[in-house]
């Protein structure tokens, strides 16, 4: 496994596999999820086998923070919604974020109409979500909502 290395603000990636529906890959303690293809129903154990590697990373302890990146995809339907809730309790867990990028005008109106458009910042490139996250190392935090509150 490659190391962390910073030059000129960039982050260089350590990790990078695919499981099922995502990509994974490492940038310090955010693990940056990349979906590699719609996530319809249909999809459930795709989803799940995704699921599984991302939930094991976190149970290994060296990731915080996780950026889901949707630049692939233009859906995604109830069980991945579901897999983002239980993603993101996990990771509140342990004073960890998560936030979106690359989401198409499709999944936005889906995060909209679940009202779940507020839980979670969204930035248009994964560039972006990465600054934010690492915004925690220079004491700036990303606003959070609690979910008890959106539901």
Same mark, same amino acid.
């Given at each position: 496994m490659q190391g962390i290395q910073r030059l000129n603000?960039?982050?260089?990636?350590?990790?990078?596999?695919t499981t099922g529906a995502f990509g994974?890959? %490492?940038?310090? +303690?955010? /693990?940056?999820?990349?979906?590699?293809?719609? /996530? %319809?129903? /249909?999809?459930? %154990?795709?989803?799940?086998?995704?699921?599984?590697?991302?939930?094991? +990373?976190l149970a290994r302890g060296a990731v915080k923070d996780v950026v889901l990146d949707f630049r692939n995809t233009d859906y995604y339907g109830s069980t991945a919604l579901g897999f983002f809730v239980k993603l993101w309790k996990r990771l509140k867990e342990r004073d960890g974020r998560m936030a979106f990028c690359g989401v198409s005008a499709h999944e936005r109106e889906i995060l909209k109409v679940t009202n779940l458009d507020g839980l979670w910042p969204v930035y248009a490139t994964r560039e972006e979500a990465l600054r934010a996250m690492q915004a925690r190392d220079d004491s700036r935090r990303l606003p959070r909502r609690d979910m008890d509150a959106q539901c």
């Open positions: 603000n960039k982050v260089d990636f350590t990790m990078a596999t994974i890959e %490492r940038a310090g +303690q955010t /693990l940056v999820v990349t979906v590699q293809t719609d /996530l %319809r129903e /249909l999809d459930f %154990r795709g989803v799940e086998a995704g699921a599984s590697e991302i939930f094991d +990373q």
